[in-house]
T-cell receptor, first 113, second 121 residues
Framework: SQQGEEDPQALSIQEGENATMNCSYKTSINNLQWYRQNSGRGLVHLILIRSNEREKHSGRLRVTLDTSKKSSSLLITASRAADTASYFCATVPSGFGNEKLTFGTGTRLTIIP | DTGVSQDPRHKITKRGQNVTFRCDPISEHNRLYWYRQTLGQGPEFLTYFQNEAQLEKSRLLSDRFSAERPKGSFSTLEIQRTEQGDSAMYLC???????????????????FGPGTRLTVL
């Protein structure tokens, strides 16, 4: 079953604008990860944030995590056409031994040139 | 190419036939995972291995599904008597479990293969 939901389900923006997508989850986590998936292909790992971190940056990506609200956001700055893809958050539950990823429903991002 | 590979990339089969997929993880990765993804949804966990041991299976993994990782390297996923509802993308991922410094346990960055798209007619 899906762990949570992502919002919005779909997002279209102009190239150069910033894109923000949100993820909510249900249980306590060890870490939360964001993945990108181009149409019909495998997933590419983007960034991992631990439960004791609140914000993390990687290039044009910024991820925040609010464990009290069980939510995370992914910001992509200065978007490019190549950023067009589906973005998924995935959580690893807290507690050693719970290693499987539980994915959200994804946000379909379209960058308009 | 040192990434995760999957074979075949596409498989079309008739209902009732058996199919087998193969996954080759990144070498030296001790964890291997199988996920299934249907159209418009996120991947759903099926099962995972640590080395050759299958440690967890999802309720999604019915009796018709079996996975193996005999030598702790590559893995196979077999679906017997396929049904139309089995049509999906089957994704394999691998990871190297290492202990984090926090008391909350280990990190788990998984690397995914390109997937095998199964169509059951």
């Amino acid at each position: 079953s899906q762990q949570g939901e992502e919002d919005p389900q779909a997002l279209s923006i102009q190239e150069g604008e910033n894109a923000t997508m949100n993820c909510s989850y249900k249980t306590s986590i060890n870490n939360l990860q964001w993945y990108r998936q181009n149409s019909g292909r495998g997933l590419v790992h983007l960034i991992l944030i631990r439960s004791n971190e609140r914000e993390k940056h990687s290039g044009r990506l910024r991820v925040t995590l609010d464990t009290s609200k069980k939510s995370s956001s992914l910001l992509i700055t200065a978007s490019r056409a190549a950023d067009t893809a589906s973005y998924f958050c995935a959580t690893v539950p807290s507690g050693f031994g719970n290693e499987k990823l539980t994915f959200g429903t994804g946000t379909r991002l379209t960058i308009i040139p | 190419d040192t990434g995760v590979s999957q074979d075949p990339r596409h498989k079309i089969t008739k209902r009732g036939q058996n199919v087998t997929f193969r996954c080759d993880p990144i070498s030296e990765h001790n964890r291997l995972y199988w996920y299934r993804q249907t159209l418009g949804q996120g991947p759903e966990f099926l099962t995972y291995f640590q080395n050759e041991a299958q440690l967890e299976k999802s309720r999604l993994l019915s009796d018709r599904f079996s996975a193996e990782r005999p030598k702790g390297s590559f893995s196979t996923l077999e679906i017997q008597r396929t049904e139309q509802g089995d049509s999906a993308m089957y994704l394999c991922a691998s990871s190297l479990i290492s202990q984090g410094i926090s008391p909350s346990g280990s990190l788990n960055e998984q690397f995914f293969g390109p997937g095998t798209r199964l169509t059951v007619l």
